[in-house]
């Protein structure tokens, strides 16, 4: 089983479509990241939740909205995709929220291709 | 500039030779984590680091942060070309418990066979 799935693996689409990234963990955490790896393979933060709760939000524009029904899943929706928006988003999660020692674990990444 | 800096950003290696990476941060380092990437697949944790001075192995690989808690190095003994991938350090930067990893920006290692 896998133990943190991102549904789709692969996403192309136009520029000015909205989108959503889903997310789902077994692992039984309370937190859960989206991360956005760039072209250059710099992984920065996005958001995080840790038990439905929004606790970290990285400067990223508007368009981008999380959404957690429940503690095991995490989606993002992305509304009037830019062509800077192609990158590959990374979701992870961890059993609690901050401290040493506090492993994240991720998806394989969903590879976002907006022409 | 980056918290967190690599080096070196790429590396060819040999089969069988032996190589380091280096991961350095002018603040002080609260949990260091080294994960491996491979095309196409997410980030495998491979070792986390806390305490100054720390060194964990496993099979072939050894992670070691030294005593300030600014810099940390992998090593990799007798390279294989299952080793090939891009090795990321992340780190808790600055405080003790913000949760927020910052991460280096990868350095991809080839094995040639």
């Known amino acids: 089983d896998t133990a943190v799935s991102q549904t789709p693996k692969y996403l192309v689409t136009q520029m000015g479509n909205d989108k959503s990234i889903k997310c789902e963990q077994n692992?039984?955490?309370?937190?859960m990241y989206w991360y956005k790896q760039d072209s250059k393979k710099f992984l920065k933060i996005m958001f995080s939740?840790?038990?439905?709760?929004?606790?970290i939000n990285e400067t990223v524009p508007n368009r981008f909205s999380p959404k957690s029904p429940d503690k095991a899943h995490l989606n993002l929706h992305i509304n009037s995709l830019e062509l800077g928006d192609s990158a590959v988003y990374f979701c992870?999660?961890?059993?609690?929220?901050?401290?040493?020692?506090?492993?994240?674990?991720f998806g394989a990444g969903t590879r976002l291709s907006v022409l | 500039s980056q918290e967190l800096e690599q080096s070196p950003q790429s590396l060819i290696v040999q089969e069988g030779k032996n190589l380091t990476i280096n991961c350095t941060s002018s603040?002080?380092?609260?949990?260091l984590y080294w994960y491996k990437q491979k095309y196409g697949e997410g980030l495998i944790f491979l070792m986390m680091?806390?305490?100054?001075?720390e060194e964990k192995s496993h099979e072939k690989i050894t992670a070691k942060l030294d005593e300030k808690k600014q810099q940390s190095s992998l090593h990799i003994t007798a390279s294989q070309p299952s080793h090939a991938g891009i090795y990321l350090c992340?780190?808790?930067?600055?405080?003790?418990?913000?949760?927020?990893?910052?991460f280096g920006q990868g350095t991809t290692l080839q094995v040639k066979p």
């Open positions: 992870a999660s961890s059993p609690t929220w901050g401290g040493v020692g506090n492993i994240q674990y």
């Open positions: 692992l039984g955490h309370d937190t």
């Open positions: 939740y840790n038990n439905k709760e929004l606790i």
């Open positions: 603040k002080t380092l609260y949990g």
């Open positions: 680091l806390q305490k100054g001075g």
């Open positions: 992340g780190a808790d930067v600055g405080s003790s418990n913000t949760g927020k990893l910052i």
